[in-house]
């Protein structure tokens, strides 16, 4: 099995900063795109950044400038580095990742999420 497990969400105000970290564990061979996507209430889950192993990053046009995504191949974990951060970024984080496994197709798992809430 794998398991993705989030972390470093919290309370900010606005302007503050936040890291996330999601680590994956279990029978993992490799893994291909690690990425954070987010879903506010009411709405759907939508991509907030992807970074590609050999590190092709893509993030969605209202993070440009305030965050960063980075991963640590051999520790399979990949992390979102959040400055400036805005009510309208408040939400519940999911982090995923492309996971191969010993004789098996590549499939995509999510973490739990982790909470941001975003004071004004």
């Known amino acids: 099995q794998v398991q993705l497990v989030e972390s470093g969400g919290g309370l900010v105000q606005a302007g503050g900063s936040l890291r996330l970290s999601c680590a994956a564990s279990g029978s993992i061979l490799r893994i291909n795109d690690m990425g954070w996507y987010r879903q506010a209430p009411g709405k759907q889950r939508d991509l907030v950044a992807t970074?590609?192993?050999?590190?092709?990053?893509t993030y969605t046009e209202s993070v440009k400038g305030r965050f960063t995504i980075s991963r640590d191949n051999a520790k399979n974990t990949v992390y979102l580095q959040m400055n400036s951060l805005a009510p309208e970024d408040t939400a519940v984080y999911f982090c995923n990742a492309e996971v191969i496994r010993q004789g098996m197709w590549p499939r995509t798992y999510w973490g739990q999420g982790t909470q941001v809430t975003v004071s004004s």
């Open positions: 970074m590609g192993r050999g590190g092709t990053i």
